[in-house]
């Protein structure tokens, strides 16, 4: 029995998701995902919630102080942010 027209299974993934317009939605999730690692746990710890919307991160904070530190740093982050989700998700963040 011999095998014909063999894929392996990242390439038929791809092709799945490419097919039905999954792109953006895989890249946001890798971007929230990245938060810890990028930022370290314990911004993370003081990270209520995240989402995004119309192509900004909103993220709610319970502190103050990490909020103006996070404000400081933004074009950086995005650009990092943006980097670990594999394309551009995000052109804006919102600290709230």
Same mark, same amino acid.
């Given at each position: 029995?011999?095998?014909?027209? /063999?894929? $392996?299974?990242?390439?038929? *993934?791809?092709?799945? /998701?490419?097919?039905? &317009?999954?792109?953006? &939605?895989?890249?946001?999730?890798?971007? *929230?995902?990245?938060?810890?690692?990028?930022? &370290?746990?314990?911004?993370?710890?003081?990270?209520?919630? *995240?989402?995004?919307?119309?192509? $900004?991160?909103? +993220?709610?904070?319970?502190?103050? +102080? /990490?909020?103006?530190?996070?404000?400081?740093?933004?074009?950086?982050?995005?650009?990092?942010?943006?980097?670990?989700? &594999? *394309?551009? /998700?995000?052109?804006?963040? +919102?600290? $709230?």
């Amino acid at each position: 029995m011999k095998k014909k027209d /063999v894929q $392996k299974i990242d390439a038929l *993934m791809d092709q799945f /998701v490419k097919a039905n &317009g999954l792109e953006r &939605g895989l890249a946001e999730h890798r971007l *929230m995902r990245s938060w810890e690692s990028l930022l &370290g746990t314990i911004i993370a710890r003081k990270t209520k919630g *995240m989402y995004i919307r119309n192509r $900004k991160l909103f +993220v709610t904070l319970h502190s103050s +102080v /990490v909020r103006n530190e996070l404000s400081m740093i933004k074009h950086t982050l995005i650009s990092r942010l943006n980097e670990a989700a &594999g *394309m551009k /998700v995000i052109d804006d963040i +919102v600290l $709230k």
